[in-house]
């Protein structure tokens, strides 16, 4: 009988050991939790960001027309988009639009298409009549220039090749501008 008192009053500390560990634990993650949320989390922009200068390109969109840094002569709405991305799918109708009604019209808005000329057809199609499709590898030419990390991507680009603004969204890049 004394053994299996003393069996039953071991059991009993060592359960008392382990709730008064199980509850620093939790109150240790609760602190965590606290500290974490308290930092506001920033994602890497997958573009230059506003005032950043884009870097030098030199391309030939798909109707012949030259375009490169030393041909900005005005503001230029851009637009990066993937063939497999489920964003590019969603946002391309809205940026089309937008492009519709930027301000010097086709000339002053590009649109790169980061594929082939099979993966990119649809695309293509539908911003053809709106903007100058550029159609390159990642990593080269606009996307380069333009530091793109991810799609969709959109950036307003100055005459002096600074970036006014940019994002994923049409609303990240504010009111269109107008100019003369």
Same mark, same amino acid.
């Given at each position: 009988?004394?053994?299996?008192?003393?069996?039953?009053?071991?059991?009993?500390?060592?359960?008392?050991?382990?709730? $008064? %560990?199980? +509850?620093? #634990?939790?109150?240790?993650?609760?602190?965590?939790?606290?500290?974490?949320?308290?930092? =506001? &989390? /920033?994602?890497?922009?997958?573009?230059?960001?506003?005032?950043?200068?884009?870097?030098?390109?030199?391309?030939?969109?798909?109707?012949?027309?030259?375009?490169?840094?030393?041909?900005?002569?005005?503001?230029?709405?851009?637009?990066?988009f993937?063939?497999?991305?489920?964003?590019?799918?969603?946002?391309?109708?809205?940026?089309?639009?937008?492009?519709?009604?930027?301000?010097?019209?086709?000339?002053? $808005? %590009?649109? +790169?298409? #980061?594929?082939?000329e099979?993966?990119?057809?649809?695309?293509?199609q539908?911003?053809? =009549? &709106? /903007?100058?499709v550029?159609?390159?590898?990642?990593?080269?030419?606009?996307?380069?220039?333009?530091?793109?990390?991810?799609?969709p991507?959109?950036?307003?680009?100055?005459?002096?090749?600074?970036?006014?603004?940019?994002?994923?969204?049409?609303?990240d890049?504010?009111?269109?501008?107008?100019?003369?």
């Amino acid at each position: 009988m004394p053994f299996l008192t003393a069996l039953v009053l071991g059991v009993g500390v060592l359960c008392l050991i382990d709730l $008064v %560990l199980t +509850v620093g #634990v939790i109150r240790r993650l609760r602190e965590h939790q606290a500290m974490l949320s308290a930092r =506001p &989390v /920033a994602s890497p922009p997958i573009v230059l960001p506003p005032g950043a200068t884009i870097g030098g390109f030199s391309a030939v969109s798909t109707d012949g027309v030259h375009v490169s840094d030393g041909t900005l002569t005005e503001p230029v709405l851009v637009g990066v988009f993937s063939p497999d991305c489920s964003a590019c799918h969603d946002r391309l109708p809205q940026f089309a639009e937008h492009a519709r009604t930027y301000p010097g019209g086709r000339g002053n $808005v %590009l649109a +790169v298409l #980061v594929g082939t000329e099979e993966e990119v057809a649809d695309q293509r199609q539908t911003l053809e =009549p &709106v /903007a100058l499709v550029l159609i390159e590898e990642y990593g080269t030419g606009l996307t380069g220039a333009l530091q793109v990390k991810g799609f969709p991507s959109l950036a307003l680009v100055d005459e002096r090749k600074r970036v006014v603004a940019s994002g994923t969204t049409i609303d990240d890049l504010g009111k269109i501008p107008a100019h003369a």
